[in-house]
């Protein structure tokens, strides 16, 4: 199974960066995924990370790190539309690529 | 992107009552279908993979005669909440998978109260 923890809420300021961590136990590894979600939404996918290292997407970045089972999303030049749920997703090595979620970190932005 | 719709997105049933949620993927095949429920403030719970033309696999815990799970066609999926419960009220999400991409896409959501 999967261990996945992330941190239950973070608060910034508008203009500021803001980074996720995200650290995973398991017993198979095959990608980590980061989503976005607003409240009475589904997800949307932002990201993800197969090999170590960082994927830069526009003001989003996310780092992954095989061997330490660790990764964070950074959010730049934050904006009060990023006010949201963010949810750190492993992905299991078996036939279906099932997600496993962690329980999510509530962004607020402040003005 | 591909675009999954669930429906319906609300809905109100009486205690003992079967509630069925669709989910279907519009612009691509999908042979794997995931439910998901999520409680307020809680994150998604995978609850069972859907397989088109197979039994679903459903997470321990999760009872298989509550929710039923038929993936008849490679482009829809159905949840049926048999004999509903206060305690089944919750927020439930499809998602699917395009077979050669890695990401998963989402269903808009079925928010399910059952009084």
């Known amino acids: 199974g999967q261990n996945i923890d992330q941190p239950t809420e973070m608060t910034a300021t508008e203009g500021a960066i803001v980074q996720i961590n995200c650290t995973y136990q398991?017993?198979?590894?095959?990608?980590l995924f980061w989503y976005q979600q607003h409240a009475g939404e589904a997800p949307t996918f932002l990201s993800y990370?197969?090999?170590?290292g960082l994927e830069e997407k526009g003001r989003f970045s996310s780092f992954l790190s095989r061997s330490k089972g660790y990764s964070y999303l950074l959010l730049k030049e934050l904006q009060m539309k990023d006010s949201a749920s963010y949810l750190c997703a492993v992905k299991e090595q078996d036939s279906w690529g099932k997600l496993q979620f962690g329980a999510g970190t509530q962004v607020v932005v402040t003005p | 992107g591909a675009v999954v719709s669930q429906h319906p997105s609300r809905v109100i049933c009486k205690s003992g009552t079967s509630v069925k949620i669709e989910c279907r993927s519009l612009?691509?095949?999908?042979?794997?279908m995931f439910w998901y429920r999520q409680f307020p403030k809680q994150s998604l719970m995978l609850m069972a993979t859907s397989n088109e033309g197979s039994k679903a696999t459903y997470e321990q815990g999760v009872e298989k005669d509550k929710f039923l799970i038929n993936h008849a066609s490679l482009t829809l999926s159905t949840l049926t909440v048999t004999s509903a419960h206060p305690e089944d009220s919750s927020f439930y999400i499809c998602s699917a998978r395009e077979s050669d991409y890695e990401k998963l896409f989402f269903g808009s959501g079925t928010q399910l109260s059952v009084l």
């Open positions: 990370n197969v090999l170590d």
């Open positions: 398991t017993s198979g590894f095959n990608g």
């Open positions: 612009d691509f095949q999908a042979t794997t």
